[in-house]
């Protein structure tokens, strides 16, 4: 299910959250990069119905978003992991599951509940399915969240940095799940954690103030911070020009890896980049004027 | 029938609770006052005051927190099912829970000879249903202008409490009239009775009918933080 979007606009007040985004999503799995603020959350909700654009124009599936009809043919075929779910704490696992899955229009009895018993297998809650949902560890709510989002097995997912605040193990758990139902669908996976895009997408975007700074393969970003990334052992201060994007500690000194388009000290050598390193050099472009 | 039942337990606790609590408010004020000596027509209209007054303040306090709470609104906004018949769905229980209750206690009172409002049976509904139909609209509509528990509840509280205080006034100037929340019991069923239930039950209707029109911007109902 292809998203094309252009010239998408959002304001809020004075404040313009999206200002001409011009984007095209693929199916499979595609990661969203921005730092806080860049305007991902507002994209999202756009994608989701959740907010209408001040201008531009949206098409999921060829749905166009500015018309009714259109909102509601993408919310069937839509699963939805807002950044901050809230889970209604009087529920059981399956109660919620079934809630959502009537609200979905799944209103077959039988097909639905075999429908949410597969998906907690899948997301591994089967064991606490009867449990309130009070008390869950965020990687559980966030788990009860995509096992929601799947409900009604829909050809686009939206998650919304569904990885912040988990614990390394959990985050892994997330991201392969992600991977793994992608398989037959398009996962818009919004996030501002580079690894999480490293580890499951091919295609991504990248987003600054409001704007998308570059869209293409995930290597194409890594080939933004080709020579201009270096590597410099110092038992002194970390280098005053460029970025420094990591500092180990070792005995003869500190490792710093800087990104900066000149050669930070005369000790520095070039190293290939990561995709960290990569994401900070468009960063750094982005926030040049003009 | 499922989905019914989920919406009654997401209305909450508060806001089905609240037609009970106001009948159990006006039961134990009217046991007060004949605890404290007072005539039977003194506590008949105390009955009558809790049929009017305390029921459609119950419902409308209900309305808010059924419009205004919900910690899944975001998702709930990217469902197929559209959100404000969603919300109808739970103000639906509500208001059929206080108009229930409503019902209940006017048979009561009529059957115990302690009813001192209208004698026919659609204007004795129309006691509470009008006020009703007037606060819970004022309600949903500050709660959807305003995005805010406190702003809806503070409005319908001292809308309330206005009418309350300035009863005799509100009741007797020709403006006003209309409008009073509280005619039957102040003011009896003398002339004008009919306009104002009228004019009350348009007005709710009115309201409702904007705040439904206003819901048709979804974002409408997210709260400045979660915005």
Request: glycine share 12%; hydrophobic share 50%.
């Amino acid at each position: 299910m292809d998203i094309k979007i252009s010239g998408l606009r959002r304001r809020f007040g004075r404040v313009e959250a999206l200002c001409g985004v011009d984007l095209e999503v693929p199916g499979g799995m595609f990661g969203l990069l921005g730092t806080n603020g860049a305007g991902k959350t507002t994209l999202m909700r756009i994608l989701a119905g959740v907010l209408a654009p001040t201008g531009g124009r949206v098409t999921v599936g060829g749905h166009d978003l500015a018309t009714r009809a259109g909102r509601l043919a993408v919310r069937r075929r839509l699963g939805y992991l807002p950044q901050d779910l809230g889970l209604y704490p009087d529920l059981t696992t399956r109660e919620f599951l079934d809630y959502i899955g009537l609200l979905k229009g799944l209103d077959d009895d039988a097909a639905r509940r075999r429908q949410i018993g597969e998906l907690l297998d899948m997301v591994g809650l089967a064991d606490v399915a009867g449990r309130r949902l009070k008390g869950f560890s965020g990687g559980m709510r966030r788990r009860v969240g995509i096992a929601q989002a799947l409900l009604g097995d829909p050809a686009l997912v939206v998650v919304d940095e569904p990885t912040a605040g988990l614990d390394p193990e959990e985050r892994i758990r997330f991201r392969t799940l992600l991977a793994h139902i992608a398989g037959h669908r398009t996962v818009l996976l919004s996030t501002h954690i580079v690894e999480d895009v490293a580890q499951t997408c091919q295609e991504a975007a990248v987003m600054a103030a409001g704007r998308v700074v570059f869209t293409g393969p995930v290597t194409g970003i890594v080939d933004r911070a080709r020579g201009v990334t270096w590597e410099i052992v110092t038992q002194g201060p970390p280098p005053a020009a460029g970025v420094v994007v990591s500092a180990v500690g070792g005995p003869d000194g500190t490792r710093y890896r800087v990104v900066s388009p000149v050669r930070p000290d005369p000790a520095a050598v070039p190293v290939q980049p990561s995709l960290e390193e990569g994401y900070v050099a468009l960063m750094r472009e982005a926030a040049v004027p003009g | 029938m499922s989905l019914w039942r989920y919406e009654a337990r997401r209305a909450g606790w508060p806001a089905c609770l609240a037609a009970p609590a106001s009948l159990l408010a006006t039961l134990a004020l009217a046991a007060g006052s004949a605890g404290f000596g007072a005539p039977p027509p003194s506590v008949h209209g105390v009955l009558l005051s809790g049929v009017e007054a305390l029921v459609p303040l119950a419902a409308a306090m209900a309305a808010v927190t059924v419009v205004s709470v919900d910690r899944c609104r975001e998702l709930q906004l990217a469902l197929p099912a559209r959100y404000p018949g969603t919300l109808a769905r739970r103000l639906g229980i509500v208001a059929g829970s206080g108009a229930a209750l409503a019902v209940l206690l006017t048979a009561v009172l009529r059957l115990t000879g302690s009813w001192t409002g209208p004698r026919s049976a659609l204007a004795s509904v129309l006691v509470w249903a009008s006020p009703l139909l007037g606060l819970t609209g004022l309600a949903l509509l500050v709660a959807v202008l305003g995005r805010s528990v406190v702003l809806a509840t503070t409005t319908v509280a001292v809308v309330w409490l206005c009418e309350q205080l300035f009863a005799p006034v509100l009741a007797a100037t020709a403006w006003s009239r209309p409008f009073f929340l509280f005619l039957t019991s102040r003011a009896g069923v003398a002339d004008g009775w009919g306009t104002n239930r009228a004019v009350l039950a348009a007005c709710g209707v009115l309201f409702i009918a904007t705040a439904l029109l206003l819901l048709r911007r979804p974002e409408r109902l997210l709260t400045e933080e979660e915005a």
